[in-house]
């Protein structure tokens, strides 16, 4: 018997967004040809140009249908000049407002470098670090450390006197995403490229904040529970050179939210740029998926922005909903994606500016698409 389709909520969101979401349908769709499609995507508009033309974010349908599907997937948001009435930036609703409101504790940015993929190191393209040694994952947590909604600021006579981000770290909120990292520690093919051991890294500042001291005993409480796992450690600013110098070391490494956000973009260098790097927002209940370079306005309308990010941020979407849905076909389809992306990569014939080529977005998207169908199902 077949399981119902997927719905996915699809919110292309603002700039270079809708750019790579319709290269990312134009791909979905290439996956599902010759046979009934095991997923319906629907798209809603909203988002911070959204918001420039309406007055608000999105629509109350839009976000019951995030809340309803089975997984979001987003393309980005934010534009110069689109801020809220009380100073966040509009579109907020669609990134940190479904982290939050669908509680997506575990943001989850794999980090491999494809055959063929060059490094934009200092004006060149070049190849730094050879595949085989950059194949990690970051699990950042994603719902409170100084991301928590506990800010604002003194004002006194007019004068901003002090303004203050609140940095709190939960018993709930660190146990579950360090156990979320070593959860994947043990699923995951292989162990680090190194020497093939299953590790999980601690990323913190423990030497100094509070925060991460307890973060680190989350860490290693919970680590106890998996012997088969080994527990390594980096000070966040360590980290930083470790991960460019010997990214073979590293297998899943785990951060609380602010030094996650800032260590996976460094990340992305590893894997050729952000144009690669794809991100899961992962819950209890629901999941959402997205290319994590932003709406790039300086790049948005020119047809010339990478999306391979939103391809892997499918790939991870079908894996997610394959594990979920118990259904292996959605892990095949994964495969087959990630098949058809490193197959045209390495070929090189869909290297855009941002590899030193001259392939649009929708070439890439074609190419990828074609060899899509080129894979066996
Ligand atoms: C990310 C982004 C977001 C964040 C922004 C867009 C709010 O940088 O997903 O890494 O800070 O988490
Ligand atoms: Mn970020």
Redesign the pocket.
Known sequence: MRSAACEIAVFPGDGTGPEVVREGLKVLAALAEGGPAPWRATEYPGGAQYFLARGREWEPEAEAAARSADAILLGAV?WPGAILPNGDIAGRAL??GLREGLDLYANVRPCRLYPGVTHRISGGYRTVWEPKNVDLVIVRENTEDLYTPARGRLRRGGTTEVAIDTRVLTLKGTERVVRFAYELARVRPRGAPEDGVRRVTCIDKSNVLEGCRFFRETFDRIGAEYPEIERDYAYVDAFTQWLIRSPEHYNVAVAPNMMG?IV?DLAAVLQGGMGFAS?GNIGAEHAMFEP?H?SSPKHAGKNEINPVATFLAIEQMLRWLGDRRADPGLGRQADRLDRAVAATLAAGTARGYDQGGSATTSEIGDRVAAAVRAEPR
């Open positions: 934010g990134v940190l956000d996976t991100g994590v932003g």
